[in-house]
């Protein structure tokens, strides 16, 4: 319940350093937490989020941000577009741009003249869009294409994975010897390819059923570094910062909500090109969404817990069957949306969004604190957070396009 009078939050996200000791507290423990978390002005402490469903069932946005500075109104197209978010901010020794996604456009912003342009997402002279963004240390910007399956000439052509944008032209180019001329388009349409930008500006790409692929745009090749057999089915693939990647196996929720699969997870060693089955927590542990691997090297499912350097696994809330006591008697299904985890931001925050098409009233983002145990709703809206190289957070909400410095 949000109090109706409530004081201006402080989150003191500054200058925390995450830590591998974290004390776990008990359910009742968690909740007077949030409680006092909530009357600091929250829509909803963090452990309510994460297990108890939606904040309320009301349309109406509910944004609180009284430490993020409101850098701009967004232009109609992009306000109107449920679905923008910010992609990527791009920065260089002059510039710098955010870069959020529309439907067939990306909305380019610059904070040092606070005025608007728009790239088209349509890769020149094809039919395929960019739909996913990076940008290597050199400030160069890539895209992930996305193209109609249905279409059997592309697949005969062989299906470029990246696509580059063009400065000169403002448009984004294909990269044609990203092509993956061996994929069985009997697969799953939904499930794309996935592409991940290491430390060294080397592309991995993971096409499931197929294999796992490194691109490097300085040799200009690409190379089969394993391989996957025809039952794996992708959900998932995160980089840590050893270089390792994890992968998530697709499922489909089981009727034990509380158990996750033995085969659920594995690593690849680029080293030894080795996949290894990750062993599972040997207890209850709730379904989850989104994955990622922290600086601490803790791997992180979802608003769940973690596995700490140790291998050891850990829950946040040890006893998560107390937290779902309301949640089936209220009509919501915590397996239709558990939290997606999105980012760690340079604090050693972790930050989450919950999205689904029912315009609002299960979903939100909120923040939590590993060191604290502290967490937050600010927002009944998804939003994307993404951090510069400024050490400040971005996101889009509410027609409106927020910034926050972590660094005082």
């Known amino acids: 319940m949000i109090p109706s009078q409530t004081l201006p939050i402080h989150l003191d996200l500054a200058l925390i350093e995450p830590s591998t000791k974290t004390l776990y507290p008990t359910p009742t423990q968690s909740l007077l937490r949030a409680s006092a978390i909530a009357n600091r002005e929250c829509l909803q402490p963090f452990s309510t989020f994460a297990y108890q469903g939606p904040v309320d069932r009301s349309f109406q946005s509910k944004v609180i941000l009284p430490q993020w500075q409101l850098e701009s109104q967004t232009p109609p197209q992009l306000a109107e577009g449920l679905s923008s978010q910010v992609e990527l901010v791009r920065s260089s020794s002059d510039t710098k741009e955010v870069w959020v996604s ?16 728009y790239v088209s997402r349509i890769v020149r002279n094809t039919d395929m869009i960019a739909d996913h963004l990076f940008v290597t240390s050199s400030g160069e910007l890539w895209g992930r294409t996305n193209w109609d399956w249905s279409q059997e000439h592309s697949v005969t052509k062989g299906i470029p994975i990246l696509s580059r944008f063009n400065e000169s032209t403002q448009e984004f180019e294909l990269v044609e010897e990203t092509a993956i001329t061996s994929l069985n388009l009997a697969l799953e349409p939904i499930r794309r390819p996935q592409v991940l930008l290491d430390d060294n500006d080397t592309f991995w790409i993971i096409v499931e059923k197929n294999g796992i692929f490194h691109y490097s ?27 390792s990647i994890y992968l998530r196996r697709f499922e489909w929720a089981e009727k034990n909500r509380f158990r996750l699969p033995k085969d659920l997870l594995f690593k690849l060693s680029p080293a030894t ?118 050490e400040q957070l971005w996101l889009l909400v509410d027609g409106k396009l927020y910034k926050h410095p972590l660094k005082p």
């Open 102 to 117: 529309m439907n067939t456009q990306f909305g380019v912003y610059r904070p040092a003249s606070r005025k608007w342009t």
């Open 217 to 243: 745009p300085m040799k200009h090749s690409i190379e089969r570094v394993a391989e996957l057999l025809d039952d794996f089915e992708l959900s998932q693939a995160v980089l840590s910062q050893d270089g």
């Open 273 to 390: 090109a080795k996949l290894e089955t990750v062993t599972m927590p040997n207890q209850e542990w709730p379904v989850f969404s989104g994955m990622l691997v922290d600086r601490v090297g803790r791997l992180w499912l979802g608003s769940i817990g973690y596995r700490d350097v140790d291998l050891t696994w850990h829950l946040i809330h040890p006893a998560p069957q107390e937290f779902f006591d309301l949640v089936d008697s209220g009509g919501y299904s915590y397996l239709w949306a558990p939290p997606e985890l999105i980012l760690e931001s340079s604090n050693g925050v972790l930050w989450f969004r919950r999205y689904l098409d029912t315009s609002g009233w299960a979903e939100g983002t909120a923040w939590y604190n590993p060191k604290t145990g502290e967490g937050c709703l600010f927002t009944n809206q998804a939003a994307n957070v993404v951090e510069d190289k400024e």
